[in-house]
């Protein structure tokens, strides 16, 4: 297993465009996350998976943003209608069960830029 | 709602020599776990050291220890012998006690630079 992957690693989208990220978390891995990195930021909490329920949300998820994960294995996040505030690094992590922090895997991240 | 604060937006040390990121965070819990976490450029987010609240004595990792201070609420990394590889970005992240939120906290971070 190759650790936490984010595809794509890059996407420039036009403002008003819908976008959509997927994170491959480690296998055994029953716990993801999904954070925003903005520039000069520490990363921000958006939501949190066990196995497929969404069990946490930040307010920081709008209306236009949604996350799934159909089989408790991959996620994606989807952003309708960007807008420029929604440039960042979109963060996944993944982690088995509470560990208390120990094996929290995060990936390299995709970064969003709305032109 | 916690909050994690970290006052240094950068510092820089020289190689060989010792450098300590300062962090200070605000929260109602008793029960909790702290992090640093090294983000180097354009590279993963990776663990650095971790404590947790309930234990007194201060965590270390190799070249890397903390000073928890519990009643003050401040969480300092301490980075011994530093190397031109410890160069990235540091953030402190507070992490509430089993049973509590899931989301990590992230302070905005420090950006260390480490001169040869």
């Known amino acids: 297993d190759t650790g936490v992957s984010q595809n794509p690693r890059h996407k420039i989208t036009k403002r008003g465009q819908n976008v959509t990220f997927r994170c491959d978390p480690i296998s055994e891995h029953n716990r993801l996350y999904w954070y925003r990195q903005t520039l000069g930021q520490g990363p921000e909490f958006l939501t949190y998976f066990q196995n497929e329920a969404q069990l946490e949300k930040s307010r920081l998820l709008s209306d236009r943003f949604s996350a799934e994960r159909p089989k408790g294995s991959f996620s994606t996040l989807e952003i309708q209608r960007t807008e420029q505030g929604d440039s960042a690094m979109y963060l996944c992590a993944s982690s088995l069960g509470f560990s208390g922090g120990y094996g929290y895997t995060f990936g390299s991240g995709t970064r969003l830029t709305v032109v | 709602a916690q909050t994690v604060t970290q006052s240094q937006p950068e510092m820089s040390v020289q190689e060989a020599e010792t450098v300590t990121l300062s962090c200070t965070y605000d929260t109602s819990e008793s029960d909790y776990y702290l992090f640093w976490y090294k983000q180097p450029p354009s590279r993963q987010m990776i663990l650095v050291i971790r404590?947790?609240?309930?234990?007194?004595q201060n965590a270390t990792e190799n070249r890397f220890s903390v000073n928890f201070q519990k009643a003050a609420k401040s969480f300092s990394l301490k980075i011994s012998d530093s190397q031109l590889g410890d160069a990235a970005m540091y953030f402190c992240?507070?992490?509430?006690?089993?049973?509590?939120?899931?989301?990590?906290?992230f302070g905005k971070g420090t950006k260390l630079t480490v001169n040869p």
């Open positions: 404590q947790e609240a309930y234990k007194q």
């Open positions: 992240a507070y992490r509430a006690g089993q049973g509590g939120s899931e989301k990590l906290v």
